[in-house]
């Protein structure tokens, strides 16, 4: 089994996204203890460039974990206002960025949550990590995508090869299905 040091090690930028209740103050202290600086957008989203905010804190020098917004934004603004503040070219911006930056998605899976219906309450839950594999599955496509899996049995860290945080590898038209 790997730990996430040794996953993410060739990666100097890591943005930490997940679901609202998968938990990331663990990975956070593992990582601030890794070296990395732990880097959260204060504020609310810019009201005509959303990603403005998350693009100036990867301007910061050395190693750099931000935790995301950007694609939570992406699934909870449908779920909860019917629309989202950031738009797919702004988010495979921003993704181009973190790989240009040597960089890496973290996402934060669950797969310790149970399979059978949910109760309503727990809907948003499932809708939540449905629209969250899709987005990454789309931003994949341009920058290096590491899913760590906080419950439930196996290897917790699906990581990119040795060369995933090249960001020459993501440099091909998008196909968005």
Do not use: N
């Amino acid at each position: 089994m790997r730990t996430l040091h040794e996953a993410v090690a060739q990666c100097r930028t890591l943005v930490v996204e997940g679901p609202d209740d998968i938990s990331r103050a663990g990975l956070l202290a593992e990582l601030a203890r890794g070296g990395f600086m732990i880097r959260r957008s204060r504020g609310h989203l810019h009201h005509l460039d959303p990603t403005r905010p998350y693009r100036e804190l990867l301007a910061a020098p050395g190693l750099l974990a931000v935790d995301g917004g950007i694609i939570h934004e992406l699934v909870y603004g449908p779920l909860r206002r019917g629309h989202s503040r950031v738009t797919w070219i702004q988010a495979l911006d921003f993704a181009e960025s973190v790989a240009e930056r040597d960089g890496a998605l973290l996402h934060l899976t669950d797969s310790g949550r149970p399979t059978a219906p949910a109760p309503l309450a727990d809907t948003e839950s499932a809708e939540a990590a449905d629209a969250y594999a899709r987005a990454f599955r789309t931003l994949a496509q341009h920058v290096p995508v590491v899913t760590l899996d906080t419950g439930g049995p196996g290897p917790p860290i699906r990581a990119p090869d040795a060369t995933a945080c090249q960001p020459s590898r993501y440099r091909r038209k998008l196909t968005v299905r």
